[in-house]
């Protein structure tokens, strides 16, 4: 069964400190797969798209990493600001161009 | 360039209405894609279309039609509305590269009550 799995449900850190968010996914052909940011009451926001074939890609304090033999992929938030609260949704697509969302994490970061 | 906008924001229906959710997009993408978002669960598609004249459906279509007869519209109609149909509604919409989706691109979607 294809599905995408995220833990933790949410996480609450302080201001400044790191994070680490975890996504494993089931979901073939694989073809990629995405991290979203996405603010209370707003739509995601793409923040990564990776390939089978990359390990890591970072944007700004967001570095996403992959193991496509361990099919797990993880987003960790370096630096941690205020406005970083938000739920983070892993998405993989597959060959097929079907799109499977996690059910997201939800990041409190408190001053 | 506005991106993806969607209307309205707010909507409340009674059981047995129907209504049109507008999403529109000025960045000349083929792919647009209609989703619901519901408590505890991942995003859900709805429909989606590949270029203006060509729609299809996704996990959850019941109870919904859309059109595509321009690149920039993508109207979502709920036919008769009824409570289950609560959630809020997102249309995305992105570039397709040797047929792959490609980063997908979300308005501020509509949140929805059916009572």
């Known amino acids: 069964k294809n599905q995408v799995e995220q833990s933790p449900q949410s996480l609450i850190i302080l201001e400044g400190k790191n994070c680490t968010l975890q996504?494993?996914?089931?979901?073939?052909?694989?073809?990629?797969l995405r991290w979203y940011k996405q603010d209370t009451g707003r739509g995601p926001v793409s923040l990564t798209i990776?390939?089978?074939?990359?390990n890591t890609k970072s944007n700004g304090r967001y570095t996403a990493t992959l193991d496509a033999d361990t099919k797990q992929s993880s987003l960790h938030i370096t630096a941690s600001q205020l406005s970083d609260s938000a739920s983070y949704i892993c998405?993989?697509?597959?060959?097929?161009?079907?799109?499977?969302f996690g059910t997201g994490t939800r990041l409190t970061v408190i001053p | 360039n506005a991106g993806v906008t969607q209307t309205p924001k707010f909507q409340v229906l009674k059981t047995g209405q129907s209504m049109t959710l507008q999403c529109a997009q000025d960045?000349?993408?083929?792919?647009m894609s209609w989703y619901r978002q519901d408590p505890g669960m991942g995003l859900r598609l709805i429909h989606y279309?590949?270029?203006?004249?060509?729609?299809d459906q996704g996990e959850v279509p019941n109870g919904y039609n859309v059109s595509r007869s321009t690149t920039e519209d993508f109207p979502l109609r709920l036919l008769s509305a009824a409570p289950s149909q609560t959630s809020v509604y997102f249309c995305?919409?992105?570039?397709?590269?040797?047929?792959?989706?490609?980063?997908?691109?979300f308005g501020p979607g509509t949140r929805l009550t059916v009572t």
């Open positions: 995305a919409s992105s570039y397709r590269t040797s047929g792959r989706v490609n980063e997908q691109y």
């Open positions: 996504c494993n996914y089931t979901v073939s052909p694989f073809s990629n």
């Open positions: 990776m390939t089978f074939s990359e």
């Open positions: 998405v993989a697509l597959t060959g097929a161009n079907n799109l499977f």
């Open positions: 960045m000349n993408h083929e792919y």
């Open positions: 279309s590949v270029g203006a004249g060509i729609t």
